[in-house]
């Protein structure tokens, strides 16, 4: 007796334990762990540094820096039959290029300018190579090329009107003038 006492609680445990590890439907489902979100927060942007005064336009085209009581020379001279800008040009060509960059609404014109020797035709074609000279470095250093447009006089508007070494090296040139 004590033997199917034994058999039947062992049997009603067994079943108690199966049965224990199931669950029922009726019992309450936990709901998913809530999810917390960190809050969005937006950078606080830098704050603007002062706009600089803007360079100043004269009604000859020439432009005037901040601070600077005379224009910024835009007048570059060349060899006798050279397109070449002289290494003294190089920084104030920066100069140029750094305003057309800081400002991009400024736009220029470039001037290729001959003395009168030559003919009429070759004196066109080394104004044109002056002045691109002048655009080539312009753009290389980071000006947009529409920003820039150019024309050669050849000899048509000499400074100097002289027939010596001295009026013909002032007429050699090219010239940069800003539009307003």
């Known amino acids: 007796m004590i033997r199917q006492l034994f058999g039947a609680l062992s049997a009603l445990l067994l079943a108690g334990v199966l049965l224990g590890g199931c669950k029922t439907t009726e019992e309450p489902v936990d709901p998913p762990p809530t999810v917390v979100k960190p809050p969005v927060v937006t950078p606080t942007p830098p704050p603007k540094k002062p706009e600089a005064e803007p360079p100043t336009i004269g009604p000859d085209g020439n432009i005037t820096l901040p601070g600077a009581s005379e224009p910024l020379d835009a007048i570059f001279y060349f060899e006798y039959d050279q397109a070449r800008l002289a290494p003294a040009d190089i920084r104030v ?3 140029h290029a750094q305003q057309l960059r800081d400002y991009r609404n400024f736009s220029v014109k470039l001037e290729g300018h ?5 003919t009429r035709e070759y ?3 080394l104004g044109e190579r002056r002045w691109q000279a002048v655009r080539r470095y312009l753009i290389s ?3 947009r090329s529409t920003q820039i447009e150019g024309t050669s006089f050849g000899e048509e508007r000499p400074v100097d009107p002289g027939h010596d070494e001295s009026a013909w090296a002032k ?3 090219a010239v940069i003038v800003y539009n307003r």
């Open 141 to 143: 250093a980071g000006v």
């Open 123 to 125: 004196n066109l074609a």
């Open 93 to 95: 060509l920066a100069m």
């Open 171 to 173: 007429n050699r040139r």
């Open 114 to 118: 001959c003395d009168e020797r030559g």
